[in-house]
């Protein structure tokens, strides 16, 4: 029975221990984020962010390398944001629909975010190549997942051809995203990320609308071009 009790009192402890290392992970990249939106994340400093979570250096190196290990933690916020947004309002309508309610979501999302957020986040995630971080463009993520399986629906319906395989399609349509994104950053904004991003997509998305111009959604993608 006392080892039993010992065992259990053991399990809590560790319980304890996980659950306050979580909160000690999530305030260093709250604050990394609250002081980056307000002082500029280029000029942000680790000791910037230990002053303002209350925590030592030493304790802040415990979970994190660098500051740009912290940034890589915003691509799971930000496959959450996804997450939660399409349970919260699920993509509906035709496939094309459904595609530009998933780019809406991500353009937003940057938009909001801002040019320094953007940069920082691309410097930091260059440097993690050399530590072999595949997390960044991992065929895991929601985007890709969710991308993926509106594609393979629209092939199924005929609402969509498949004139190459759908993760080709896939991938292409996120190296666009990836590649628009650093363009605004690097052109710092000067023009309205969503609305540019959309007369792309409608290019690139009349080539994958079946029948062409026989097609309603084709007309529809193009009546404004």
Same mark, same amino acid.
């Given at each position: 029975?006392?080892?039993?009790?010992?065992?259990?009192?053991?399990? @809590?402890?560790?319980?304890?221990?996980?659950?306050?290392?979580?909160?000690?992970?999530?305030?260093?990249?709250?604050?990394?984020?609250? $002081?980056?939106?307000?002082?500029?994340?280029?000029?942000?400093?680790?000791?910037?962010?230990?002053?303002?979570?209350?925590?030592?250096?030493?304790?802040?190196?415990?979970?994190?390398?660098?500051?740009?290990?912290?940034?890589?933690?915003?691509?799971?916020?930000?496959?959450?944001?996804?997450?939660?947004?399409?349970?919260?309002?699920?993509?509906?309508?035709?496939?094309?629909?459904?595609?530009?309610?998933?780019?809406?979501?991500?353009?937003?999302?940057?938009?909001?975010?801002?040019?320094?957020?953007?940069?920082?986040?691309?410097?930091?995630?260059?440097?993690?190549?050399?530590?072999?971080?595949?997390?960044?463009?991992? @065929?895991?993520?929601?985007?890709?997942?969710?991308?993926?399986?509106?594609? @393979?629906?629209?092939?199924?319906?005929?609402?969509?051809?498949?004139?190459?395989?759908?993760?080709?399609?896939?991938?292409?349509?996120?190296?666009?995203?990836?590649?628009?994104?650093?363009?605004?950053?690097?052109?710092?904004?000067?023009?309205?990320?969503?609305?540019?991003?959309?007369?792309?997509?409608?290019?690139? $998305?009349?080539?994958?609308?079946?029948?062409?111009?026989?097609?309603?959604?084709?007309?529809?993608?193009?009546?404004?071009?």
């Amino acid at each position: 029975m006392e080892k039993n009790d010992q065992a259990g009192k053991q399990n @809590q402890e560790l319980t304890s221990r996980k659950k306050q290392a979580l909160r000690t992970r999530q305030k260093i990249f709250k604050k990394t984020m609250e $002081l980056g939106t307000k002082k500029g994340f280029a000029a942000l400093k680790i000791t910037d962010v230990c002053k303002a979570a209350n925590i030592s250096v030493g304790t802040f190196y415990h979970y994190f390398t660098s500051l740009d290990a912290v940034f890589q933690e915003q691509y799971i916020a930000y496959d959450e944001f996804i997450s939660k947004s399409i349970r919260e309002k699920p993509l509906s309508g035709a496939s094309i629909d459904q595609l530009y309610q998933l780019f809406s979501l991500k353009y937003d999302y940057v938009s909001e975010k801002g040019v320094q957020f953007i940069v920082r986040q691309y410097s930091g995630q260059f440097k993690q190549i050399d530590n072999g971080n595949t997390f960044f463009y991992s @065929q895991e993520r929601v985007m890709y997942r969710t991308l993926l399986n509106i594609l @393979q629906n629209g092939i199924a319906s005929g609402e969509l051809k498949a004139q190459f395989p759908v993760d080709f399609i896939a991938n292409s349509l996120l190296i666009f995203s990836r590649g628009l994104t650093i363009d605004w950053a690097l052109k710092n904004g000067s023009y309205d990320l969503k609305t540019v991003a959309f007369q792309h997509l409608d290019m690139m $998305l009349s080539q994958l609308v079946a029948d062409g111009e026989k097609n309603p959604l084709y007309s529809a993608l193009t009546a404004n071009n």
